[in-house]
């Protein structure tokens, strides 16, 4: 299954190549269209980094030292 991001990318590259093939009258919209796909794709990069982050810090916030259940009786 392809993922939002994933199609976005598609989109681009799609979008890259009809600029370069198209009408004069069609760039602009094509150009509009391109950096709408553009933000969209940096907003989700973006909101993965910080579930990225979130995860580390969230990691360490919850990490109460060694783990010492396996260290021998005495």
Known sequence: MMTRLNK???L???????MEVCEPQSLAALARQ??????EI????SIDEQDEISDIINGIAGADGPDCSELPEE
């Open 12 to 18: 681009e590259e799609k979008l890259k190549i009809a």
């Open 8 to 10: 976005l990318k598609e």
């Open 42 to 45: 940096e907003e989700i990069e």
């Open 34 to 39: 391109y950096r709408e796909t553009i933000r």
